[in-house]
């Protein structure tokens, strides 16, 4: 199994940046994926959610109107597009992979640093 994120980096305030997470090893249309992130010093949290043939999502109030969940399950990868990026976004960014009535299968990926600075 591999979860492999890419697209991070350094962006200015106000910028855009969208990242991927390429999935391998198991059926990827049956798993709920999401991105989570973790800043320094902080917990990490759950960013954004998509179900498994992405007819619903659910995002942190922080990002709600300026990041978007997609997903395409004929490429395996899910996607995070991040606009009017903040200061505050800066952290690792997570991908995951969750399946069955106790998410019984949960894998990450190893992370993408996004910094958002000036």
Request: aromatic content about 12%.
């Amino acid at each position: 199994v591999q979860l492999v994120e890419s697209g991070g980096g350094l962006v200015q305030p106000g910028g855009s940046l969208r990242l991927s997470c390429a999935a391998s090893g198991f059926t990827f249309s049956s798993y709920v994926m999401s991105w989570y992130r973790q800043a320094p010093g902080k917990e990490r949290e759950l960013v954004a959610r998509i179900t498994r043939a992405g007819g619903s999502t659910n995002y942190a109030d922080s990002v709600k109107g300026r990041f978007t969940i997609s997903r395409d399950n004929a490429k395996n990868t899910v996607y995070l597009q991040m606009n009017s990026l903040k200061p505050e976004d800066t952290a690792v960014y997570y991908c995951n992979a969750k399946y069955g009535p106790m998410n019984d299968y949960d894998y990450w990926g190893q992370g993408t640093q996004v910094t958002v600075s000036s």
